[in-house]
């Protein structure tokens, strides 16, 4: 591998919002290790070949000549001078996984055209460039998308995919030489040339504010490709996409700016494991900047307040990227990221290597029962139309289950999706339902989430796109009969395999449970109630040991003036000393011990261990100051408003909710939804293919001043409340 980079960039500055935790160097094991991890991701495929890393530049210096050759045709076009039409320029810039140096064999590369004022958006860059691009040889799969949120244009150029988007800035001429990560480049741009923008201007800062860039790129390349094996790599499903993890990576390289990958990764997990959320995520302090653009802050934007997993973008506009994330993904996400956790223990005490932290996660052994969601359509574009909608909507079906439940059911999206290959021009994707845990079990209690599949479907249907043949269809499957198209080559493997590292440990927590359960029974109290007194003894431990740590207030004063007036004295006395006040002695101390495998005496370790977890305690518990009431409707979800109200009213006049039975024998019923589309909402029979039959639509007329909602409700499901606990992969 070479040698490892230990110098930190920063010049003896500090990155990020706090001091670091450790400044400790690598052992020899963490050398060692690290070169273990880039030959897995080598052997792997995670790295692309010289060749075809050159024919990407090659491809990006043909693209820039192009739209070079493009502002001068529509500059003469309308009619500039010729001096104005001779200096017409525009530029290609590049961002995501490609500008960050983390991208794999085949992936896309995420560029972006800046362009002059005279050079519009819907007339220039989707009418000029686009017929310009149909024309040429080169490029095929053409895809202009122009009323996205962030309008781009997809193609494949000489093989090479292309995420194409446009800026208009207010500049008669681009010079060569641009520099976009000045805020001024942002004056009197429009709202979508900002979001174009901001995809360059946060990746250009992330590189800027990580110590490290070499060892910042393999710890981001083995945590995305992590993500993807447990399942967890995806924005659109509720989970992170690039940019998150990108930026989770790069908060973890602050904290620890001399550490190599190996000790980056176990890091990563424990620190995100202890980390309270919805404290946010941050690589800096949060500007207010002098055009008056929103930036993310719960004190004053309302909608902020909801964000379960904030992940602050560092580029002015400052903006949560990790919005998507709902109740039940970021618990899956949690899970996850303790068993990586244990896993990295259990790897430093040699009992496991790197492949048991990548193996991938039984989505169709997890659980007993699970949403199918079809849809399919009259030919392969109207599909490829009809897919991206339907999976751009699928997380609102998992915030209305969260809703109507309570938040008792948990549901868990597939990121991926499927196809029935017997079947023309389908796809389909699925969801793991199970009871959430702690909540209790009541004999014969059942949820019902028939109305809120119902008034997913009549959202869909509104897609203003929609055409004949587009059609959707949402059905309960139990495990064992999940279609075998799912399964890699088609064909639905043996018994799942006892050898797991999630086997093993479910095994392991089962027998301690049992175990517990029995020692309780003898002492004082239940289980709950001792951990309850053991985990808040932890945390009044750990107050008390940190009670004089300063901790850095990082989000700008809504008035201008300054913060709260205990923040501000800890950000006058130099506040996040952490490292150096409170642990940096004991980690630091041992030549960097704590890095490596264990060595010394137990003590040692465990004071080490124990010194490092209260800095990381602290770090994770930066003051929120949102307020988080889950009681009020998401912003997301205020087009369901209405209809929810209808079907509370209805339960109000004494009438039950609209009821279905889950049978096996498929049915069809023609439901007209809003938009006056005619729907078949049949269901597919497959053995003991469960159905969620058309709820009843009709609602008597809304209440002009309805009375409040219960406190307490039980919800219903036609699902078995005992039958949704999360399979340990014995019967079905």
């Not at 930026?247 to 001399?258: F, K, M």
């Not at 970021?330 to 496991?352: N, P």
């Not at 009541?442 to 119902?454: H, K, L």
């Amino acid at each position: 591998m070479g040698s490892p980079l230990l110098s930190n960039r920063s010049g003896g500055q500090r990155l990020g919002i706090t001091e670091p935790i450790s400044l400790s160097g690598p052992t020899e094991y963490d050398v060692i290790k690290t070169c273990e991890l880039e030959k897995y991701l080598q052997d792997a495929g995670l790295y692309e070949s010289q060749a075809e890393a050159v024919r990407r530049e090659e491809v990006l210096g043909r693209l820039d000549q192009i739209v070079k050759i493009w502002v001068k045709s529509i500059s003469r076009a309308k009619g500039l001078n010729e001096q104005l039409v001779q200096e017409a320029n525009a530029k290609i810039f590049t961002f995501g996984s490609y500008r960050l140096g983390v991208h794999g064999p085949g992936a896309d590369i995420d560029t972006l055209c800046v362009g002059p004022r005279h050079a519009t958006r819907e007339e220039d860059f989707f009418g000029e460039l686009q017929r310009m691009l149909s024309e040429m040889s080169e490029v095929s799969e053409l895809r202009p998308v122009p009323d996205a949120y962030v309008p781009v244009m997809g193609f494949k150029f000489n093989g090479v995919s292309i995420d194409l988007l446009y800026a208009k800035l207010s500049l008669w001429v681009i010079p060569e030489d641009l520099d976009i990560s000045q805020d001024s480049i942002l004056q009197n741009a429009d709202d979508q040339t900002v979001r174009s923008l901001n995809g360059c201007r946060v990746t250009d800062q992330i590189l800027r504010l990580v110590p490290n860039i070499q060892n910042f790129r393999m710890t981001l390349r083995c945590m995305k490709f992590w993500a993807k094996r447990r399942g967890v790599y995806s924005n659109v499903a509720g989970f992170l996409g690039g940019v998150n993890w990108a930026l989770l990576v790069a908060r973890i390289c602050q904290l620890y700016p001399n550490a190599l990958p190996n000790m980056l990764v176990s890091r990563f997990f424990r620190v995100y494991t202890q980390w309270r959320w919805p404290n946010p995520v941050m690589l800096c302090n949060i500007e207010e900047g002098s055009l008056g653009l929103q930036i993310w802050d719960p004190r004053r934007n309302p909608k902020d307040r909801f964000h379960l997993m904030p992940i602050i973008t560092p580029a002015y506009p400052c903006m949560n990227s990790s919005y998507n994330v709902s109740a039940s993904t970021l618990q899956i996400m949690s899970e996850e990221f303790q068993r990586g956790s244990d896993v990295c223990e259990a790897m430093e005490a040699g009992k496991v290597e790197w492949d048991t932290l990548f193996e991938p996660f039984g989505f169709f052994e997890a659980y007993k029962n699970y949403l199918q969601i079809d849809i399919s359509a009259e030919n392969a574009d109207d599909l490829r139309k009809w897919k991206g909608w339907v999976e751009s909507r699928l997380r609102q079906l998992t915030l209305k289950i969260e809703r109507h439940t309570y938040n008792m059911l948990q549901c868990h999206p597939h990121p991926g999706d499927f196809s029935d290959k017997s079947r023309p021009f389908h796809h389909c994707f699925f969801m793991g339902l199970q009871r959430k845990q702690g909540v209790p079990v009541n004999e014969g209690e059942q949820f019902d989430i028939r109305v809120t599949v119902e008034e997913f479907k009549q959202a869909v249907n509104l897609y203003t796109s929609w055409k004949p043949g587009m059609e959707i269809y949402v059905s309960h499957v139990r495990r064992k009969n999940i279609p075998d198209f799912v399964f890699p080559g088609g064909a639905r493997p043996p018994r799942p395999s006892k050898a797991t590292w999630d086997s093993r440990r479910a095994a392991e927590l089962k027998a301690a449970s049992s175990s517990q359960v029995d020692k309780s029974s003898e002492g004082q109290g239940t289980p709950d109630e001792k951990d309850d007194g053991r985990k808040r003894k932890r945390e009044e431990e750990v107050e008390s040991n940190l009670k004089s740590v300063k901790v850095l207030a990082a989000l700008p004063s809504s008035t201008g003036e300054a913060q709260e007036s205990a923040l501000a004295s800890d950000a006058t006395n130099g506040a996040g000393d952490i490292g150096h006040d409170v642990v940096q002695n004991h980690i630091t101390g041992t030549g960097g011990s704590a890095y490596g495998k264990p060595s010394g005496s137990v003590a040692d370790e465990s004071n080490s261990r124990e010194a490092e977890n209260i800095a990381i305690e602290k770090i994770t518990s930066v003051p929120y100051v949102g307020h988080q009431d889950f009681s009020q409707e998401l912003d997301e979800l205020e087009d369901d408003v209405q209809q929810k109200d209808k079907y509370e009213d209805t339960a109000k006049g004494g009438k039950s909710p609209p009821m279905v039975s889950l049978t096996s024998n498929a049915s069809s019923t023609s439901v007209t939804s809003s938009n006056g589309m005619s729907t078949s909402v049949s269901f597919y029979t497959s053995g003991d293919l469960e159905e969620l039959e058309p709820a009843e639509l009709m609602a008597p007329p809304p209440i002009v001043n309805p009375p409040a909602p219960p406190t307490q409700r039980k919800p219903l499901i036609r699902l078995s409340l005992t039958s949704l606990g999360k399979a340990t992969g014995k019967g079905t």
